[in-house]
């Protein structure tokens, strides 16, 4: 036993799973993995900031305070195009999505609430 009260094995397994949850595939359908819709987006005039939550990504807009949060959508998933999503019962009632045109995830449009349609480009990436 190691110093934590696990087997050797025991560790090995765990280290697995958490690379598997740090670095899941949204589908493998897509070929998107977890942690490709990250980084800094320009969006339309203004930016915002992406990062995996859990089950979905936390997307934070420059000048608010209140996260949304957008879950990858695998019925959307057609010709590479990949659509992440709010889900209105979790986010006041709004419906937005992000569409991009490959699965690299750098280019493509924001569609907001009202239907209005605003060009994202992928600015940065963390570290």
């Known amino acids: 036993m190691g110093p934590i009260g696990m087997t050797r ?3 090995e397994l765990l280290l697995i799973g958490l690379a598997l949850t740090t670095a899941r595939p949204l589908s493998a ?3 998107v993995g977890g942690n490709d819709f990250e980084g800094v987006y320009q969006v339309g ?10 089950m979905s990504f936390e997307v934070r807009w420059h000048g608010k305070v209140k996260a949304e949060y957008y ?3 695998e019925a959307k998933f057609v010709g590479g195009t990949v659509v992440l999503e709010t889900d209105p019962d979790y986010n006041d009632g709004i419906a937005q999505s992000f569409v991009f045109d490959s699965i690299l995830l750098d ?6 609430s009202d239907g209005r349609k605003l060009t994202v480009t992928r600015k940065g990436r963390p570290p």
């Open 71 to 73: 879950f990858y959508n």
């Open 107 to 112: 280019r493509g449009i924001f569609v907001r």
């Open 9 to 11: 094995h025991g560790i």
């Open 29 to 31: 359908q897509s070929g």
């Open 45 to 54: 005039a203004t930016t915002c900031m992406v990062a995996p939550a859990r």
